[in-house]
């Protein structure tokens, strides 16, 4: 079981190279992770020896391919306590939420509905919910938060009526770094008969996800995240509420039979699953569940949130920073006084620093904390004290440039 | 055992030059204009800049400019200098130096460039930005928008 930070750090080629002549000091994990040697391998080997597609031919890179993706499917089953049937195979986690909106939300929520999303989300968890509401005549809620970025659980509850479908949530914020009491709100929302969908696409590389003890009723992640490659996501659905779901897309893979006229479609996950899939892909998430597998989580974990807290403390002690809210893991989003965050990415990315800046696609969550864009530091297992020291050094060039 | 080396130093690759920082921190015909002839709004949906170009046009030269630009120093600084240089210029005249500031962003590094760029010259560094280049370009396009139509 590795539990040594510095040994996780050489699992992944990419922070071996240096960037501008500096360290690569990679503090951009939210957007997407590195890659470790695990998966780059895995995927290699598809390309190498196992190149057929899935669930067809009977030869044998077919048949390899096959068992290779079959069991990536188990493994992810696995890591969020759910079954395999219940793991629908997406390319990210804006497919997964798609594939909710366009086919339970076009068959479950209609004139007069409402759907409610927080005032934390990201993009692709409120997109969808508005394109569905405006198509089937229905109102969108939007549950507030206080100023640290926390859902106001009884504004939320107030929200709710039987008129609420259902309730779409991020478990872990992906600009205020919050972690959302999705238990709690899955009880309101159930003792409503509205169904509760959790994007996961920060917490699932950070927290123990169990689906069952969250209580959600779909469940929505990117294996790019999760230091898989990218084209990769998953939708966990209750197999009950998949079971009763029509198709969204279709084509091959997704039937049992087909006349001209006709076809009949498969079982869940392979109704939502048309065509050719991301087999490399899928196959490398298997190969990266499988390399979280064989380290120490809970060390990783708490090496994580040493370095947050450390990372927190830090930029909030910086002159002219401030945080966006009180980040309880994973990332920390702020802003310099007088230099735009852009401004301050490029600055830093000079001294082999790389953060995000901008929106973080949550547009309307910077309005409501009072700022156009943002700078975001973001951490992984693979980060370390010299990353956050790269950082604060570097600010210290962006106040020099912007007096 | 050798320290890794710094890019070596040469003012002109540098990205946050003195022109820009200053016409960052204080934009010259900033605001809006009280009777527009010509104006245009043009937002980089990337990352969320936006310039307003606001120009009055008589007998086909532009007797007066305003940009009201939000956004990083790069797009604020672009926009500011060009409403400085264009001013009194005719519209046909601002298209060329639009057509050649263009031409001179999208350019290689190291590539030569001619003098009429007057103080656009301090973007030289935006060239190694593929990023930040249209950061530079968004105040012209915005003005070039501005002269297609009238209010």
Not at chain 1, 133 to 157: K, N, S, V, Y
Not at chain 1, 289 to 305: C, P, T, V
Request: aromatic share 4%; charged share 25%.
């Amino acid at each position: 079981m590795g539990s040594d930070p510095a040994a996780w750090r050489r699992d992944f080629p990419a922070l071996e190279q240096a960037v501008h002549g500096r360290r690569l000091a990679y503090l951009d994990s939210a957007s997407t992770s590195l890659k470790p040697r695990a998966v780059i391998d895995a995927v290699v080997r598809v390309f190498t020896h196992q190149a057929g597609n899935v669930h067809r031919g009977v030869h044998a890179l077919s048949e390899a391919a096959t068992e290779a993706y079959d069991a990536a499917r188990d493994a992810i089953a696995r890591f969020i306590g759910g079954r395999p049937d219940e793991i629908v195979l997406t390319s990210g986690t804006t497919a997964a939420l798609n594939l909710v909106a366009h086919s339970w939300g076009r068959a479950n929520v209609g004139p007069g509905d409402a759907v409610i999303a927080t005032a934390l989300e990201h993009h692709s968890n409120l997109v969808p919910w508005q394109a569905l509401c405006a198509e089937r005549g229905a109102a969108l809620r939007i549950a507030p938060i206080d100023d640290r970025g926390r859902i106001d659980l009884a504004a939320l509850a107030g929200l709710i009526d039987d008129r609420v479908r259902l309730v779409a949530v991020s478990q872990l914020s992906n600009v205020v770094g919050t972690i959302a009491p999705v238990a709690e709100i899955a009880a309101l929302a159930h003792a409503a008969g509205a169904i509760v969908v959790v994007d996961g696409a920060q917490a699932i590389a950070h927290l123990a996800v169990d689906v069952a003890a969250l209580g959600c009723d779909f469940y929505a992640f990117s294996g790019h995240k999760l230091f898989a490659p990218t084209g990769t996501g998953v939708l966990w659905g209750r197999r009950a509420l998949l079971a009763a779901m029509p198709a969204w897309q279709t084509g091959g893979e997704m039937v049992a039979s087909v006349d001209y006229d006709r076809a009949r479609l498969r079982e869940p996950p392979h109704r939502f699953e048309a065509g050719t899939p991301n087999i490399a892909g899928v196959i490398g998430l298997g190969a990266a569940i499988g390399y979280l597998e064989s380290i120490d989580r809970a060390a990783a974990a708490r090496h994580e949130a040493r370095l947050h807290a450390r990372l927190r403390d830090a930029l909030a002690a910086e002159p002219r920073v401030r945080v966006l809210g009180a980040p309880d893991a994973a990332v920390v989003a702020f802003t310099v006084d007088r230099a735009h965050p852009h401004d301050v990415a490029t600055i830093v990315d000079r001294e082999g620093v790389a953060i995000r800046s901008g929106h973080h696609c949550a547009e309307p969550l910077h309005h409501r904390l009072g700022a156009d864009a943002s700078a975001r530091a973001s951490l992984a297992l693979y980060n370390d004290d010299a990353d956050i020291a790269a950082l604060i050094g570097a600010l210290a060039r962006v106040r020099e440039i912007f007096r | 055992m050798t320290e890794p080396t710094r890019d070596p130093p040469d003012d002109r690759d540098e990205l946050y030059q003195a022109t820009i920082v200053d016409h960052d921190r204080a934009p010259r015909n900033a605001g809006a204009l009280a009777e527009p002839t010509h104006q245009a709004t043009l937002d980089n949906p990337l990352c969320g800049d936006v310039v307003t170009v606001h120009a009055r046009v008589v007998d086909g030269a532009i007797r007066d400019i305003a940009c009201d630009a939000r956004g990083c120093a790069l797009s604020r600084a672009a926009a500011s200098i060009m409403s400085t240089m264009v001013r009194d210029r005719t519209a046909e005249a601002a298209r060329r130096l639009a057509a050649a500031f263009e031409q001179f962003v999208q350019a290689a590094p190291e590539a030569e460039y001619a003098d009429e760029l007057g103080e656009l010259r301090a973007f030289a560094g935006v060239r190694r930005f593929r990023s930040r280049r249209v950061c530079a370009t968004l105040g012209f396009r915005a003005l070039l928008r501005a002269l297609e139509a009238a209010t």
